[in-house]
């Protein structure tokens, strides 16, 4: 049988741990809470609606690409890319206010669109035209989409191409494949 005396001396040992164990995990849990970050809020951001439409009439774009980037000094922090929905609306809210994002705008079959924007406001609204492509430039057609090289038959004189009249010895300094008698400059002339 164990002794009163040595109950009582088990019992006030188990107390004393069970006490210790307790301040020493205050002691660590306060220690920790120091050390944690102070909790920060978000900046306020701004609700951006983009509308994406045809320049000539109108019409909503679907599925155009809608890129945000946001702008920091000279620098991109990056791109968020969304999809304009049926009605050519994009809808983005977590760019912070008062920051610069440059917004660029792609769709098939239209030129390309990008300006940059100071964000300012809790809501903004920005309606984007695109344009059709233009026609590619060509040396070989004139501004009104005649050919250069031909020739109307009235004067002798074609159009090179840079809307300025020839004075009809274009041919004469362009290299020649056929083999020649010999003294024929094979290099065309500079005016």
Known sequence: MIS?????????????????????????????????RKYKAPP?????QVTVLRYDDGKPIENAAVIFHPIEGERDKGAMELKS?????????????????????????????????KVEKSQMSMEVKLHRPAPQYSIYKSNDGSSGSSNNGSSGQSNNGSGAKDNGDSQKNAPSNKPSGGAQNSQ????
């Open 188 to 191: 065309p002339n500079s005016h």
């Open 85 to 117: 929905n049926e009605d050519g609306k994009a809808i983005i809210d977590v760019i912070p206010i008062g920051d610069t994002v440059r917004l660029q705008v792609i769709a098939n079959g239209f030129q390309t669109y990008g300006k940059d924007y």
């Open 4 to 36: 009163m005396l040595q109950r009582w001396t088990l019992r006030s040992c188990m107390f004393a741990a069970a006490s210790g164990l307790f301040l020493c995990s205050m002691a660590v849990h306060g220690s920790q809470s120091q050390r944690m």
């Open 44 to 48: 306020p951001t701004s609700t951006i």
